[in-house]
């Protein structure tokens, strides 16, 4: 099924067409069993303008900066566990796993949110270059001041 207008939708039809009054405004306007409507009742105008929109597919960016920062995190994790300080007698170690862990943490982070961020860029410029055009309907309701 594709998006486009059907001659029912299309902006000649609306052009021919006069604007619409509600149901409601009209059954109220209508005089029920000999009274006459009452002078704050308001007709309702429908107007209906078409345009066209331009849509494509972006990338959460959050989203991928946030996969980015994690997979750091795991990096981290796995350089602190695999590189185990062992004690020295010539040179004394100052830094203990939480430290390392830390200082991994940060630059291992930091790194992937950047890298998540470039990928996300990346998706962005090629999805960029399958966008389409599609037909949109705007509907304005106001009410007619009737001047008697």
């Avoid at 000649?12 to 149901?23: F, G, K, T």
């Avoid at 066209?52 to 795991?74: C, I, Q």
Wanted: overall charge negative; glycine content about 8%.
């Amino acid at each position: 099924m594709s998006n486009a207008p059907t001659p029912a939708d299309s902006p000649e039809r609306a052009e021919q067409n006069p604007p619409s009054v509600s149901a409601e405004a009209a059954a109220a306007s209508a005089p029920v069993s000999g009274l006459q409507p009452e002078a704050s009742e308001t007709l309702i105008e429908t107007e209906v303008s078409s345009d066209t929109a331009t849509v494509r597919r972006a990338p959460k960016y959050g989203r991928f900066m946030t996969l980015g920062a994690s997979l750091g995190a795991v990096v981290a994790l796995v350089l602190t566990l695999s590189f185990t300080p062992e004690q020295s007698e010539f040179v004394p170690v100052g830094f203990d796993g939480g430290q390392v862990f830390g200082f991994l943490l940060l630059i291992c982070a930091s790194i992937g949110l950047a890298l998540g961020a470039i990928v996300a860029l990346a998706f962005d410029r090629a999805l960029a270059r399958r966008t389409t055009s599609v037909g949109v309907e705007h509907e304005v309701a106001h009410r007619v001041d009737e001047t008697p």
